[in-house]
């Protein structure tokens, strides 16, 4: 990954749950106030991590898409 990743400071996650929708589960980390959520339609997972200002993003075909709160690409 890269050098200055959240995750390798202990900011960030990728999560995955086998009985959540990966959809739901992005929308559950948007509600609960994580910063960045990235919904990534080329794997099961969701990226979150927390930051100032939030930020959300679509990974699909991989390609990064900036989108709103629930996943609408801008």
Do not use: T
Not at 21 to 45: H, P, S, T
Not at 46 to 68: K, S
């Amino acid at each position: 990954g890269a050098s200055q990743s959240k995750h390798i400071f202990g900011e960030a996650a990728d999560i995955y749950c086998s009985q959540i929708d990966r959809e739901k589960l992005a929308d559950m980390a948007v509600k609960i106030g994580f910063g960045g959520v990235e919904r990534n339609r080329d794997m099961d997972y969701v990226h979150v991590d927390v930051r100032d200002d939030p930020y959300y993003w679509v990974h699909a075909g991989g390609v990064d898409y900036d989108c709103d709160e629930e996943g609408n690409i801008l």
